[in-house]
Each structure stands twice: as C-alpha cells, then as structure tokens.
T-cell receptor, first 115, second 113 residues
Framework: EAQVTQNPRYLITVTGKKLTVTCSQN?????MSWYRQDPGLGLRQIYY???????DKGDVPEGYKVSRKEKRNFPLILESPSPNQTSLYFC??????????????FGPGTRLTVT | EDKVVQSPLSLVVHEGDTVTLNCSYEVTNFRSLLWYKQEKKAPTFLFMLTSSGIEKKSGRLSSILDKKELFSILNITATQTGDSAIYLCAVAYSGAGSYQLTFGKGTKLSVIP
C-alpha cells in the first residue's frame, strides 16, 4: 500500500530535549516536505527536499533541521525544542514537481507538545 | 504578506445548500493550484488545476481556475453533513531551481442537518 508514515504520532517532551520525528514513504517520490499546522495559521512549510542530499528552507525553518540521506526517509530534527514548537506536524511526499504533479501524499501527522 | 488567501474563513450552511469557496493567490512562476479536504486527520487531495477555464469535477464538487485574475473557486452542490471539513487551497510555484507549496489558512465548512 502506498503510504507516508510518521513516528511518533504523539509526543510530549520538555524544553531543550532534542528529538527527531521520522518520515518514510514507499512510493519512490523525489519531493518530500514537512509542514506544521497551527490554529488560525493553516499549514506552513518548514523544509522541503527535491531529492537525496538536496534540502531547502520553507516558510518557517527556524528551530528545525532536516536531512535526506535516502530517498525514502526525511526526518525532522528539533535540536532544542521550545514551547512555540508545540504543533501538529505533517510530512508529505510527491513525484518530482518539475513534472507538474504536485499532488502531495500526507502522513498521518505527529502531535508534538513541548512543555 | 500572505501569498494565498482563502475566503470565507468559516461558513455554516444547511444540508442541501450550495457553497462556493474562494482562493486568491499572488506568486511568481505559478505552477499549479491544489485543493485539499481536511477532516480530523491529514489533508486529502481533491483537485489540481494548472490551466485557466477548465473545470475539474468530482461528484458534487467542482473547481475552476482563473490565471488572469489569480483565483480559483471550489463549488460544492447539495451539501451533506459529511462535507463538513476544512478546505485548503495551496499554490505551487518555482524559482531558482526550487519548488515550493504555500497553503492558505483554509475555509472551515460546517454543514448542519
């Protein structure tokens, strides 16, 4: 089954404790991205990756890191989480955007709470 | 400054009504406009529009894009309670070898029996 998986689905952590949210897709998609969703602000892109070893900042990259060492995986790293990073996070993937196919397949979401 | 603006932000209608959701955008190097439906989980894809004036249709939902006036509408006819959701509009654009996707804040639709 074609899917995007994220782990963990729920996470409560404390300020400053490094964490990683994993994202994996099995569709051989080139393009992957991370979003955060906050009430009243909609979905905002954090980082995206056009392909292996190619990453770029989205609209709200501060406080986040990503890596793309393999095509299927795109982890999101919070080196020193703060309460303002409490949010619902989505990973998504799609075929190469240069093919004009931007239909993004979304993961189930990770609800992060930083206290 | 928001690149993608959706209106209204929320809407309450009765079952059977027809609704029109709006999405305007302002980006350079436009590639496509997408509509998603989000219930209590991840967004699910509805339509992708790249050409002006060509209506996309799926059941009671339809959408059209106007690239000259930079907007799109999503129509839902004969609404049902199952249409209650947040409808998201997103615009894909490119520049300097990069491709980004920016979402609007969404329209929350509530359909009451």
């Amino acid at each position: 089954e074609a899917q995007v998986t994220q782990n963990p689905r729920y996470l409560i952590t404390v300020t400053g404790k490094k964490l990683t949210v994993t994202c994996s897709q099995n569709m051989n998609h080139e393009y992957m991205s991370w979003y955060r969703q906050d009430p009243g602000l909609g979905l905002r892109q954090i980082y995206y990756s056009m392909n292996v070893e190619v990453t770029d900042k989205g609209d709200v990259p501060e406080g986040y890191k990503v890596s793309r060492k393999e095509k299927r995986n795109f982890p999101l790293i919070l080196e020193s989480p703060s309460p303002n990073q409490t949010s619902l996070y989505f990973c998504a993937s799609s075929t190469s955007p240069s093919h004009l196919s931007y239909e993004q397949y979304f993961g189930p979401g990770t609800r992060l709470t930083v206290t | 400054e928001d690149k993608v603006v959706q209106s209204p932000l929320s809407l309450v209608v009765h079952e059977g009504d027809t609704v029109t959701l709006n999405c305007s955008y302002e980006v350079t190097n436009f590639r496509s406009l997408l509509w998603y439906k989000q219930e209590k989980k991840a967004p699910t894809f509805l339509f992708m529009l790249t050409s002006s004036g060509i209506e996309k249709k799926s059941g009671r939902l339809s959408s059209i894009l106007d690239k000259k006036e930079l907007f799109s509408i999503l129509n839902i006819t004969a609404t049902q309670t199952g249409d209650s959701a947040i409808y998201l509009c997103a615009v894909a654009y490119s520049g300097a070898g990069s491709y980004q996707l920016t979402f609007g804040k969404g329209t929350k639709l509530s359909v009451i029996p």
